[in-house]
C-alpha cells in the first residue's frame, strides 16, 4: 500500500508558476514510477507528467516545455514544477503511484489549481 498527499495548489494569473508536491509514505521501495494527472470539471482524468525509478519523463504535449517533473532525494516525493500557467490548466490534480511488482496505481486526494485573473 501507498498513501500519497499533494499541497501547493491555489489561484494564480495567467502565466504564473505554481509547484505541487506529492509526499509518499508506505510501501515506497516498491513504487517504479509517479506521476500527475488532472481532471477539469466535465473532462476525463488526463496525464500531465510521469517519472520512473530510472528518472525517465513522460508529459502531456499540452504541458512539454512549460512544467517539470522531478523527485526528491529520497524518492519519495515528487514535485511539478508549473510555468507559463494558462487558463486551460485549471483542473484538480492528482498525485499517482505504481508498485513494481503488481502494476497497482495508488492516488492522492488531489490539490485544485485554479488559473484565473
Known amino acids: 500500500q501507498v498513501q500519497l498527499v499533494e499541497s501547493g495548489g491555489g489561484l494564480v494569473q495567467p502565466g504564473g508558476s505554481l509547484r505541487l508536491s506529492c509526499a509518499a509514505s508506505g510501501s515506497i521501495s516498491r513504487i517504479n514510477a509517479m506521476g500527475w494527472y488532472r481532471q477539469a470539471p466535465g473532462k476525463e482524468r488526463e496525464l500531465v507528467a510521469l517519472i520512473t525509478s530510472g528518472s525517465s519523463t513522460n508529459y502531456a504535449d499540452s504541458v512539454k516545455g512549460r512544467f517539470i517533473i522531478s523527485t526528491g532525494n529520497a524518492k519519495n516525493t515528487v514535485y511539478l514544477q508549473m510555468t507559463s500557467l494558462k487558463p486551460e490548466d485549471t483542473a484538480a490534480y492528482y498525485c499517482?503511484?505504481?508498485?513494481?511488482?503488481?502494476?497497482?496505481?495508488?492516488w492522492g486526494q488531489g490539490t485544485q489549481v485554479t488559473v484565473s485573473s
Open positions: 499517482s503511484a505504481q508498485l513494481a511488482l503488481t502494476r497497482q496505481w495508488f
